[in-house]
């Protein structure tokens, strides 16, 4: 699999009541790739990139293999890299320096007891060689890339204090910071307003261009995934409809589901635009 940095094969996850949630999904990643998966709420998106780092609760089971060939990263895996087959320690240790994970819901990610700020150095501490001086320096930079204003009153909020958009940007930060070679960002725009929107899929363009880092860019929002990725899957009820480059996927499938999906959000657009920029056009 020597290019390819992931490579999902197979993978089906159930409910211990016999329930498919995942069916049979195989797709590769490349090195420097960014991966888009789209699909409608419910399809198994999140589902698909927990399974992918080891995220799942014990309930459910996990069939299939995911491999994983890091260039950078020192750590010996087993069983030819497959993270389904990695200890608890192991996948704890890729998670902080091989792969960065933007989660759906940013609030589970971070310790309701502890500020933010400190969280983040602590992040910094446990995967970087620098002092806590550079950590700490290197977080109120963070926060103000990340556009978020004042950042010495942010880094001493609790969780609960910012909200869902502004942890989910710090978690961005926090991959960026991390430069790992796989960042898996579920639904990462989603919880904010069109201009942090747009700041933050530029920032996520300026990692994956100049540190070449490869990306699952997890999204219902189409014109998102339009703008980043470079493959896209096309997820519906657990399983992948179709999967092809952005110029397939966008221009030229002929499957009736993913048409479907460009169509509606094309009419969405149409609708908005008509409303509120009667003279704008949009590309998809
Ligand atoms: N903890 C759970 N227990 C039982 N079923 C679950 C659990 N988590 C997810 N599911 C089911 O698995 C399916 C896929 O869920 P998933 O969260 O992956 O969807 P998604 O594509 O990420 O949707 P969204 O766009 O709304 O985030 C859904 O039918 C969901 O109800
Ligand atoms: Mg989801």
Known sequence: MNNKLLEVKNLTVTLDNGK???????????????LGIVGESGCGKSLTSKAIIGLLEPYFSVQGKVLFNPKQSKITLQSNGDLLKQNHETLRHIRG???????????????????????????LLAHLTISKKQAIEKTLTMIADIGLNDPKQIFKKYPHQLSGGMLQRIMIGIALMLEPELIIADEPTTALDSISQLHILQLLKNIKQKSKTAMI???????????????????NQGQIIEQGSCDHIFYHSKNDYTRYLIDTRKQLLAKFNDVIHPNRLETI
Request: proline letters at 3%; a negative charge; glycine letters at 2%.
């Open 217 to 235: 860019f997890i999204s219902h929002d189409l014109s998102v995934i339009h703008h980043i990725a470079d493959h896209i899957i096309v997820m």
């Open 20 to 34: 498919t949630l995942l069916n049979d999904i195989s797709f590769c990643l490349e090195h420097h790739q960014c």
């Open 97 to 123: 320096n091989a792969i960065s994970a933007i989660l759906q819901h940013p609030m589970n990610a971070f310790d309701p007891l502890y500020c933010i700020g400190n969280q983040v150095v602590e992040t």
